[in-house]
């Protein structure tokens, strides 16, 4: 009995082997259970998804991709649990794009593991997590992010505010973890650049993904007489602070990074604040190009939610790039590939990945959410609803220096 058994796990892992050599897997290892479990399963569904493009497409190399789900739980330990249990399955691309913190383990993680392991080398691609650091102190040859760093988001956002004189007095609200921490430092530094008449009345941070009640936040932020909010909360964090907004009867302003998440446009609807919601984007869906908003309705009408991360879909069709032009696998030939690549992004605009840090600079997007001009075509979450597009900044305007000092392997 135990020979037939040992026999049975050895063809099966033979079985594994040969599998993995005829694709070529990239593990998306990011929430799917626990609070941030919907966040999570969109993702997964736009990564699927432009897998399936791809393969249509030939593929790379004559292979085709299979993306390998693993369940973070959003937890930075468990991101590096996760992470081996791939690299022990032989495979040598990760992707995640939900939690900052968690983005700073994984990053770490592949540092190390490059190093102890050079036959076992992995590249991370991060398609949204913004905390400036991951590009900067803490950047790595490893690792490269398609989403814009939060300093990147508060100078176009401030670049906006700066032109809208009846922002007096802001409130500063966010998680309490690596990202909302260097929000708060950004807008403060960038406001008093920009904007030095604006007074910060508040500034406040709250445990991640565990308050169900924001009414005492609520009560602070009106009792201190803002008139605007600042806020990098995603997820339940920002549908439940709209949420708690609605009930109280609060008016103000919200200047968000990530109102355009999922659940947040029904919140904004129920919270009825017309054109007072504020986002920071790389795409806009009624400001799409054509071949666009074909491929944003084909999506919608399959899944039922909008793309709302093209940080997925410019991250998926650059990687498949860069193995081809690469004509390996290996993680360092695909990593040279995309360094200092360019390319036309979902929105239309060219993008670039700065071979410096590793950063993808494109055009960013301001917009509110609000009743829809005539003829628009993308409402969101069946509100009636959507996002209008107040203002473009072009990639070029929106690159900052980088401290970032690549150790690059030889």
């Excluded at 990011?30 to 993702?43: F, K, R, T, W």
């Excluded at 939690?99 to 592949?110: D, I, K, P, R």
């Excluded at 009106?222 to 439940?240: F, K």
Aim: charge should be neutral.
């Amino acid at each position: 009995m135990r020979r037939t058994i040992a026999a049975i796990a050895a063809l099966g892992f033979l079985a594994n082997i040969a599998h993995a050599a005829d694709t070529i897997n990239i593990a998306f290892i990011d929430p799917l259970s626990g609070n941030a479990a919907n966040i999570g399963e969109i993702a997964l569904k736009h990564l699927q998804w432009m897998v399936e493009q791809l393969n249509a497409a030939g593929g790379a190399n004559g292979k085709k991709f299979e993306v390998v789900t693993f369940d973070n739980k959003t937890n930075p330990q468990e991101t590096v649990l996760q992470a081996q249990k791939a690299v022990d399955r032989g495979i040598r691309f990760l992707t995640q794009g939900n939690g900052s913190s968690v983005a700073a383990a994984l990053s770490e993680y592949a540092v190390k593991n490059n190093d102890r392991n050079p036959d076992k080398q992995v590249l991370y691609l991060n398609y949204a997590t913004a905390d400036r650091a991951l590009t900067d102190d803490k950047c790595n040859f490893w690792h490269f992010r398609w989403s814009a760093h939060s300093d990147i988001k508060m100078q176009v956002l401030t670049t906006f505010l700066k032109e809208r004189p009846t922002v007096k007095k802001v409130y500063l609200f966010n998680q309490d973890y690596s990202l909302g921490t260097s929000i708060r430092e950004a807008a403060r530094a960038i406001l008093k650049e920009k904007r030095p008449d604006i007074q910060i009345v508040g500034d406040e941070v709250h445990p991640l993904l565990k308050v169900n009640d924001f009414a005492p936040y609520i009560a602070k932020i009106r009792a201190s007489g803002a008139d605007s909010v600042i806020t990098g909360n995603w997820g339940q964090d920002l549908a439940l602070l709209l949420k708690a907004a609605a009930d109280s009867g609060l008016q103000v302003d919200w200047y968000t990074y990530y109102a355009g998440g999922i659940g947040s446009p029904t919140a904004i609807k129920q919270a009825n604040l017309p054109d007072r919601v504020f986002v920071v984007v790389e795409q806009i869906a009624n400001s799409l190009p054509p071949e666009s908003a074909k491929l944003e309705e084909e999506f919608r009408n399959r899944f039922g939610g909008f793309i709302g991360y093209p940080g997925l879909v410019n991250e998926a069709r650059m990687f498949a790039k860069a193995v081809n032009d690469a004509k390996s696998e290996e993680p360092k030939a695909v990593a040279e590939k995309l360094e200092g690549m360019t390319f036309k992004t979902f929105s239309g605009g060219e993008g670039y990945m700065r071979k410096d840090d590793h950063q993808f600079f494109q055009d960013m997007y301001v917009a509110n959410f609000g009743p829809l001009p005539a003829g628009a075509k993308f409402d969101e979450e069946k509100t009636g609803w959507g996002w209008k597009t107040l203002g473009v900044v072009k990639a070029k305007d929106t690159e900052l220096p980088t401290t970032c000092k690549m150790d690059r392997p030889s």
